[in-house]
């Protein structure tokens, strides 16, 4: 595997699976293949998990780790070519990102959307960049569209958890005070598709997800009708896409609670996290033992490791 942006950069669907969990029964059976390899990881947004799942990860296989935190470590950066740089960024990432593959082996890379120009985000401007200048491998530790890391935990998350080989899987938005981006959820729906799962995704009208990643993906816009006889509950709140990145409802009805999961094949409930309690879903919920977030949470490092393993091994 060269890069690992999407789902599509996965040679095997079901042999990464596999290497998950081998991975996750075994994690330090593979410390010699980083050896001398460094991992940098660039983040231009926050992070909790994805930081220190990858670094566990990487430390797992025996690399190496060196963090950026470009927005308060480095110097700004422009993305734009052409532009006369008299502003406030005084590097190009044209340089800068050459100069970083040179120090590493591997480059992890996290870039949200910027809600300021919805073809600029799903371009992958600023990821496309690091592919084609780095000269390493590149992982997307969420870009503007997707974040493949989290997917692949979701999967292995739900693979490990079903009680029947095509689970019925709902993705649902819920609300939030913020305009977060898609990458969550078109990820999610990305990778379910490749699965033989029942996938339905219910969500307020406006709020569809980009019709390259949903195709012909079920929606169903009664969210008590979505969860009847569901096995999963997969709850995210994302902006819309048509309105491209506004806030169009923060409606509470659609929050995610005891009375909602009761519908529903006693369904574990997943969430990428961060989550806001009492907004996005109840308290009685995500405490309850069919809450599955702190095991979604921990298999992000073993896909990590999965996914670096991959790239490693190709190189
Ligand atoms: N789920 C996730 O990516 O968490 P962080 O934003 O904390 O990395």
Known sequence: MKNFISVKDIPNF?????????????????SHLGKNKTLVLIFFNSSLRTRLSTQKAAMNLGMNT????????????????????????PEHMREAIPVIGSYCDIIGIRSF???????????????????EYAGVPIVSMEGATRHPLQSFAD??????????????VVLTWAPHPRALPQAVANSFVEWMKETDYELVVTHPEGYELAPEFMGDVKVE????????????????????YISYGQILSKDFSWTVDA????????????????????????DEVIDSPNSVVVQQAHNREVTAQAALKMILESK
């Open 259 to 282: 009375e909602k999961m009761a519908l529903t094949n006693n369904a574990k409930f997943m969430h990428c996290l961060p989550v806001r309690r009492n907004v996005v879903v109840s």
């Open 155 to 168: 999967l292995l998350t739900i693979e490990e958890l079903k009680s029947k080989p095509k689970p019925k």
């Open 66 to 89: 060196m963090v950026l935190n470009v927005n308060e470590d480095g110097w700004q950066l422009e993305s734009e070519l052409g532009v006369v740089m008299d502003g406030d960024k």
């Open 113 to 131: 959307a910027k809600f300021q120009d919805k073809e600029d985000d799903y371009q992958e401007k600023i990821l496309n960049q690091f592919i």
């Open 14 to 30: 079901k042999k990464a699976l596999e290497v998950a969990f081998d991975v996750k029964k075994s994690p330090h059976a593979y």
């Open 221 to 240: 816009y009664d969210q008590k009708k979505a969860f009847e006889g569901a096995d999963f509950i997969y709850a995210k709140n994302w902006a819309s």
